[in-house]
């Protein structure tokens, strides 16, 4: 079984950065491809951002583009989501998760983080 854990969010300004970290127990077939997702309130899930851990293959949401970027340290198993310009409406709580092949469809995931909060204040 393979854990996800999150780490980095919280409260910041419009216009401001923030790096959330995903570092996984484990590495399996079925942690080839790391996602973020984020779900705000009334909101359906989300796809953010996707990247293999190579970094080869990339998806990001029209939403974040220019804005936010993956990246993976293989070494300790930790893939991070740095969010710059940071909007209100980047508000949520965002989740990483691990799927086998690159998806934008939650459903497809097989582990998932617990998720942590990012609040953007205008």
């Known amino acids: 079984q393979v854990q996800l854990v999150e780490s980095g969010g919280g409260l910041v300004q419009a216009g401001g950065s923030l790096r959330l970290s995903c570092a996984a127990s484990?590495?399996?077939?079925?942690?080839?491809?790391m996602g973020w997702f984020r779900q705000a309130p009334g909101k359906e899930r989300e796809v953010v951002a996707l990247?293999?851990?190579?970094?080869?293959?990339?998806n990001n949401a029209n939403s974040v583009k220019g804005r936010f970027t993956m990246s993976g340290d293989n070494a300790k198993n930790t893939m991070y989501l740095q969010m710059s310009s940071l909007k209100p409406e980047d508000t949520a709580v965002y989740y990483c998760?691990?799927?086998?092949?690159?998806?934008?469809?939650?459903?497809?995931?097989?582990?998932w983080g617990q998720g942590t909060q990012v609040t953007v204040s205008s």
């Open positions: 990247s293999d851990w190579s970094g080869e293959h990339t």
């Open positions: 484990t590495r399996t077939w079925r942690t080839t491809v």
């Open positions: 998760a691990a799927v086998s092949t690159l998806s934008n469809n939650y459903g497809d995931y097989h582990y």
